[in-house]
């Protein structure tokens, strides 16, 4: 499985992105998929997670209200819709395949990484 993570950019504080994370060398996913993003000389950190039918979604405090995941089946899929972005937003971001079907916020769950995409706020 190979997970191609793409959307990334310079933003102003305030403005949105759309993370997208698309998924090859499968047939099929009946995985939860979650994203996690590092900022510079931070952890990574959870940012969100969705099922595999799409029907939950976890989402860490700091993005909740602001961020949405969300997955297009036919496509094998995942976007992150970022809005109202601030500079504590700026890292690295990263999608994930979870091992199970679930959602789930630890980052030992998930066994397929993407490469990252950046995404920098400035203020």
Same mark, same amino acid.
Request: charged share 15%; glycine share 10%; hydrophobic share 30%.
């Given at each position: 499985?190979?997970?191609?993570?793409?959307?990334?950019?310079?933003?102003?504080?305030?403005? @949105?992105?759309?993370? =997208?994370? %698309?998924?090859?060398?499968?047939?099929? /996913?009946?995985? +939860?998929?979650?994203?996690?993003? !590092?900022?510079?000389?931070?952890?990574?950190?959870?940012?969100? @997670?969705?099922?595999? =039918?799409? %029907?939950?979604?976890?989402?860490?405090? /700091?993005?909740? +209200?602001?961020?949405?995941?969300? !997955?297009?089946?036919?496509?094998?899929?995942?976007?992150?819709?970022?809005?109202?972005? =601030?500079?504590?937003?700026?890292?690295?971001?990263?999608?994930?395949?979870?091992?199970?079907?679930?959602?789930?916020?630890?980052?030992?769950?998930?066994?397929?990484?993407?490469?990252?995409?950046?995404?920098?706020?400035?203020?």
């Amino acid at each position: 499985v190979q997970l191609q993570a793409f959307g990334g950019g310079l933003v102003q504080a305030g403005g @949105s992105l759309r993370l =997208s994370c %698309a998924a090859s060398g499968r047939t099929s /996913s009946n995985n +939860g998929m979650g994203w996690f993003r !590092r900022a510079p000389g931070k952890e990574r950190e959870f940012v969100a @997670s969705i099922s595999w =039918s799409g %029907a939950r979604t976890t989402y860490s405090d /700091s993005v909740k +209200g602001r961020f949405t995941i969300s !997955r297009d089946r036919t496509k094998d899929t995942v976007y992150l819709q970022m809005s109202s972005l =601030s500079p504590e937003d700026t890292a690295v971001y990263y999608c994930a395949e979870s091992r199970t079907s679930y959602t789930s916020p630890h980052y030992s769950q998930y066994h397929y990484w993407g490469q990252g995409t950046q995404v920098t706020v400035s203020s």
